[in-house]
Structure formats: structure tokens, C-alpha cells
């Protein structure tokens, strides 16, 4: 018996129609439940295809062709005068970002569930309340498929999926609000390069724009609070960005601590603590990359008693949260604001939804990540800090890209492979990838792992000469004599 026959209009309302709200109502909808999304976001497509991963990727694209082009002497080609129009970077990344928001917006206005333009909060644990969302003066109907009529004021569902997302972290200084900072979402909309910038932050926003701007030529500085880069990964992967990134012309400090913020002319300045020292840097502009909290504010949910942390929607792995009728989601629920994360998210919370008595739960055993950095960092599973923490056995070999064939060819020398391994079994229980490609090679790794692999396995598997992938090899042969 659906939701609707026992008194509510919905089996399931999803609030957010981002990657995992759609990943969940593709689910509910397969599964029959009688489903609602509701979008109140100024745009259709959520974080990922909007302001994200697609839209970054494209920029950072960009930059290694524009790189590679002014660097290419080692192969004995000479490329005078490099140079780029700005306009039409960014023009290519705006026309690739229409059609992925068009073909997610196509796909919410399928018919397949109903889809309502809306900001929604709770006015009890089965109630929302909607107020409409207006779109050049016209408010959508509420069907969102031109049927016409007003949308609802209220609307009942026997389920919920929370799938808010995340917005820009607020600033650690009030300071910093007054000089006015760019940041992942404004950055992509600039028209100009500035000649200078100031990035505050480390992760991997920080670092990939960083990038991008200062192989477009702005003078880029970057501060960081830790002492690397990329703190939550193994210090040898940020260690290696930091070298290529100071051999690119960026200036980085880090174990800083952030002390004030103001307007200096034409200049904006930033004042910081380094080695017992007050330093100050100026720049034309400054670029606010600390983070991104829960999308949670407007839902409401202290009325209806649903456990928070630090802003964000606890949930277990079932992604039902403290209230059981009642799921979450992606960037909203954490802790990896991952995109391939927050659909596997929507996937299993929809499941549970349709199939109580078949609930499915996340693994985050195979949990992979990739910064899209030149050269690219990439991991899976278990890292040498996490084994650390957590006080696990491991075994550990690399083997560095400036001695494999492939990458001599291509003249990608930074980096390595590593892979950690279980002592008793040979078990692979992570990988990190730091060099050419690393995002397409780990996901051998994550194969591997997903069908729990030994090195040993690892080893005996055949590999192509002369190829990036079969550096994998080495650290698997390594470790599988330490294993017999």
C-alpha cells in the first residue's frame, strides 16, 4: 500500500534535486513509490554540474593544454608566443555546463515524479511547507511540465530524502566579508583574470584553482593553515604538489594562522602568523577557498528534533537519520563531498525507502578521491594516516614515476604509486596515486580492491608495455615477497 493511500500525498518527498536527489527519486521512481523532488536552488543541476566538479575540470583542462604548450622544448618543439583568450576558456566551460544543466533539467521534468520549484521546510515531521520560487517575475507551475496551477502551500509525504547540498563556509574573519573575497562559485563567473590573488585555504578547491590561475599567468599566493597542503592525505602526496607548485612560481606558506584582512589602495592585504612572524600580502584580489558547510538552514529541522553535528544531517548507513522516516544525502549528510559518494547515498536511502525489510548500507571501504591537480593525486581505501590513527597493521611499497618508462616518455616525472597491504594476507587495502593521470589509474586499484585482491594477484596480472598502468607492478611485486 503506497504512502498516498494511507493519508499522504507522497510515499516520498526530496527535498534537492542535485546529484543526489535525482540519484534517489531515478530509485523511487523504478521502485513505484509515489515521489516528489523539490528544488529551491536558483538553478537546476546541483553543485556538481553547476559549480563543481564539471565547470572546475574544464578550467583545469584548459590550463594543462595552455601549460604543455608553453613547456613542450623537452620533446624538441618550440611553440612561440603561447597565449590564450580568456573569454573563449571560459565561454567553452559555460557551453558544457549548459548542456549538462539542460540534460539534469530535462531529466527532473521527465514525468516520472512530480517536480515542484520550491524552498521547503518542515512544519512537522511529515509536513512541508512551500514557498514558491519565481523565475523572471513568472513562478513555475507546479507540475514543472507546463500544466499550469499554482504549487501547494503544504504537501504530506510518509518519507523524506534530505538533499540539500552544501554552500560556501562563512569566514573565519569578519574582516574578510568587509574586503570582499572571490570564491568557487564567483570565480567561475569572472569575465577578467586579476593580475594577483591571494588564495586563503588548503584542501582541494584551494589547490586546484591555484593551479589553474597561475598557469593563466595571475601571481598567485596561497596560505594555509596546516602544515601541508591537502592535510588529510599522506604528508609524501601534499609534499609532492607543494614542490611542483613552488617550481610553478606560487608562493606558499603554510603552518599559518589568519590575523586580519583589509583594503590597501588598490590592493587587498592579507595579515598572517608564519615561523613566530607577522607577514602581510597584498594582491589584486582575494580567493576564499576554507570550505563548505550543510545546506540545512532553511529545512526548519530543529522544529521537528532532527540530530545535527556541526551543522550537518546525521545518518547512519542506511542514511536514515535520528527521525526513521526520514533519509539524507550527499553534501548535506557528509563527511566526503564527493559526488560519486552522494549518489551512491541517494541510491541506498531510496532502496530503504521502497524495501524496509531489504535495506542496503554503504561501504565506504572502497572510498576513492581524486584532486585534479598537474600532477593529479589520486587515492583508495586505507591511507598510511588513517592506518596510523587507527593504530591498523599494514605493509607499504611505492615506486616513483621519474623511474617508470611511460612517464620518462611524457616527461611526468613528479610522483609515485603506493599501495598498503594487509601483513597476515596480502589483502590490497589502499592506494595513492601521485603523477600522469591519476585519477584514471587508481580506479585499477579500486577494481582490484572491490574484488579483494592480494598483491600477489596484482603482481601475476598481465600488464602492457610501455604504459602508466603497469607502474602498479612494482609496489605489488614488492610487497608480495614480503607476504609469501
Aim: proline letters at 4%; hydrophobic letters at 40%.
Amino acid at each position: 500500500m503506497t504512502g498516498a493511500a494511507q493519508g499522504f500525498d507522497y510515499d516520498l518527498a526530496i527535498i534537492g534535486g542535485g546529484s543526489a536527489g535525482y540519484a534517489s527519486a531515478r530509485i523511487a521512481d523504478r521502485d513505484g513509490l509515489k515521489t516528489v523532488v523539490i528544488e529551491g536552488g536558483d538553478e537546476v543541476g546541483g553543485l556538481c554540474i553547476l559549480r563543481g566538479c564539471m565547470p572546475t575540470k574544464a578550467l583545469l583542462y584548459a590550463a594543462e593544454v595552455m601549460h604543455l604548450a608553453g613547456h613542450a622544448e623537452p620533446w624538441g618543439i618550440r611553440a612561440e608566443d603561447v597565449s590564450f583568450n580568456f573569454a573563449q576558456v571560459m565561454a567553452r566551460k559555460n557551453a558544457l555546463i549548459k548542456d549538462f544543466a539542460d540534460f539534469r533539467q530535462q531529466q527532473l521534468l521527465s514525468g516520472k515524479f512530480k517536480f515542484i520549484r520550491a524552498q521547503a521546510r518542515f512544519a512537522d515531521p511529515h509536513t512541508l511547507e512551500l514557498s514558491q520560487i519565481a523565475e523572471s517575475g513568472s513562478p513555475l507551475p507546479s507540475d514543472g511540465r507546463g500544466e499550469g496551477g499554482e504549487s501547494p502551500q503544504k504537501l504530506t509525504a510518509r518519507h523524506f530524502i534530505l538533499a540539500t547540498g552544501s554552500i560556501i563556509a562563512p569566514s573565519p574573519l569578519p574582516q574578510l566579508d568587509e574586503v570582499g573575497c572571490l570564491n568557487s562559485d564567483t570565480a567561475l563567473q569572472l569575465t577578467r583574470l586579476p593580475k594577483s590573488l591571494i588564495i586563503l585555504g588548503g584542501g582541494a578547491t584551494a589547490v586546484e584553482f591555484a593551479q589553474f590561475f597561475a598557469r593563466f599567468g595571475v601571481r598567485v599566493t596561497l596560505i594555509q593553515r596546516s602544515a601541508h597542503v591537502l592535510h588529510e592525505f599522506d604528508s609524501d602526496a601534499a609534499s609532492t604538489i607543494e614542490s611542483v607548485f613552488r617550481r610553478e612560481g606560487i608562493a606558499l606558506y603554510t603552518g599559518t594562522k589568519l590575523l586580519d584582512a583589509r583594503r590597501s589602495g588598490p590592493q587587498k592585504e592579507v595579515a598572517f602568523e608564519h615561523d613566530g612572524q607577522t607577514v602581510r600580502v597584498q594582491a589584486e584580489e582575494l580567493f576564499f577557498a576554507l570550505g563548505r558547510v550543510a545546506n540545512t538552514a532553511s529545512l526548519s529541522l530543529e522544529k521537528i528534533g532532527l540530530q545535527l553535528e556541526s551543522g550537518r544531517i546525521v545518518a547512519n548507513a542506511n542514511m536514515q537519520t535520528s527521525i526513521p522516516h526520514i533519509y539524507a544525502a550527499g553534501d548535506c549528510t557528509g563527511l566526503h563531498e564527493i559526488v560519486h559518494i552522494a549518489v551512491q547515498q541517494g541510491e541506498i536511502a531510496a532502496h530503504n525507502v521502497a524495501h524496509p525489510g531489504r535495506t542496503r548500507q554503504m561501504d565506504y571501504r572502497l572510498l576513492a578521491e581524486v584532486i585534479f591537480t598537474e600532477p593529479q593525486i589520486a587515492t583508495v581505501g586505507l591511507t598510511e594516516k588513517q592506518a596510523r590513527e587507527q593504530s591498523l597493521p599494514y605493509l607499504v611499497a611505492s615506486y616513483p614515476f621519474s623511474d617508470h618508462g611511460k612517464s620518462l616518455i611524457m616527461e611526468a616525472r613528479d610522483g609515485f604509486v603506493k599501495l598498503l597491504a594487509a601483513p597476515a594476507t596480502g589483502e590490497i587495502l589502499g592506494a595513492c596515486c601521485v603523477g600522469p593521470l591519476g585519477g584514471e589509474l587508481i580506479h585499477e586499484i579500486i577494481a582490484a580492491m572491490h574484488k579483494r585482491m592480494t598483491v600477489h594477484d596484482l603482481a601475476a596480472m598481465p600488464h602492457y608495455h610501455p604504459t602508466l598502468a603497469e607502474i602498479w607492478t612494482y609496489p605489488a611485486e614488492e610487497l608480495a615477497e614480503k607476504t609469501k
